[in-house]
């Protein structure tokens, strides 16, 4: 796909970089991005109506099955060329802060420095009474769908995800939104743009006059208010970029 010029000029210009990630960054590599996630045996059920903690202390195991059935399917997947592309982008600006709403550790996995998980990590357990980590040699030996929290005796063992309603990580958002206000370039990539407060982010960007650059093949709140909504896919024009920047900084 060919770049808007005054896109590039934008990038070679920066030196404090925001991206922020969503669901869709992930759907290249084959992770099933959140509201599409229902299939097979959870087509009844709405995503957004089993990531509560309500559905978790009525429903335990159904819960709890839905994450593994995502756990084994995060397990046999892959960085795809835009994460790899992102990795390579942090050698051209001051800094490149990573903020993902994903839970499946692909930037992780593809070498970028710095990832704030906005909505905690999925292959980790943590107690559902006391929220300390549980070792995953423990959860692989203890029977139970889900299994028993060793922290506690009314404790069972949930995953390490953000769920409707609750606090985000401790300091994450305050990081985040402090980028958000002193970046000169936000990206906003494969996100909906729906769940906050994630979702404020490239607007706190553009009221603080950042350029912001949306990809995503679809439309959304953010695509007629982002300086350059760029409708493609993640894994199609990330390496564009990177080329791009490679070539002029
Ligand atoms: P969504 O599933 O809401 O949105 C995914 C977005 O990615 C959509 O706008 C798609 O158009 C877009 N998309 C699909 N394929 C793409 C591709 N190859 N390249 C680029 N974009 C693509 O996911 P999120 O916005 O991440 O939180 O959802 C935010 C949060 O909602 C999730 O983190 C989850 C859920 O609540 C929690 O579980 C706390």
């Not at 070679?12 to 992930?26: P, R």
């Not at 769908?145 to 506690?152: D, E, G, I, Q």
Request: hydrophobic share 40%; charged share 20%.
């Amino acid at each position: 796909m060919e770049l808007p010029s005054g896109l590039m000029a934008a990038l070679k210009n920066a030196e404090k970089v925001l991206m922020l990630t969503g669901a869709g960054m992930s759907a290249e590599s084959g992770v099933p991005t959140f509201r599409d996630a229902q299939t097979g045996l959870w087509e009844k059920f709405r995503a957004e109506d089993l990531a509560t903690p309500e559905a978790f202390r009525a429903h335990p195991q159904l819960v709890w099955d839905w994450y593994t059935e995502r756990r084994n399917k995060i397990r046999h997947v892959s960085p795809h060329a835009g994460h790899f592309a992102l990795v390579e982008m942090e050698q051209y600006f001051e800094t490149l802060l990573l903020v993902t709403q994903n839970v499946d550790s692909l930037h992780q996995l593809a070498g970028s420095t710095e990832v704030i998980e906005l909505h905690g990590n999925i292959m980790l357990s943590i107690c559902s009474e006391t929220g300390q980590q549980i070792d995953d040699r423990w959860i692989r030996t203890e029977p139970g769908r889900p299994p028993r929290s060793p922290h506690h005796p009314q404790g069972l063992a949930r995953p390490a995800v953000v769920w409707f309603g609750e606090e985000l990580p401790a300091g994450s958002m305050k990081r985040a939104t402090a980028e958000a206000l002193s970046c000169d370039v936000c990206f906003s990539i494969g996100t909906s743009t729906l769940v906050q407060p994630a979702a404020s982010l490239p607007f706190i960007a553009l009221d603080s006059g950042a350029i912001v650059i949306e990809i995503n093949p679809n439309p959304t709140a953010l695509s007629s208010k982002a300086h350059f909504s760029l409708q493609t896919t993640a894994a199609e024009v990330l390496p564009t970029i990177a080329a791009d920047l490679a070539g002029r900084k």
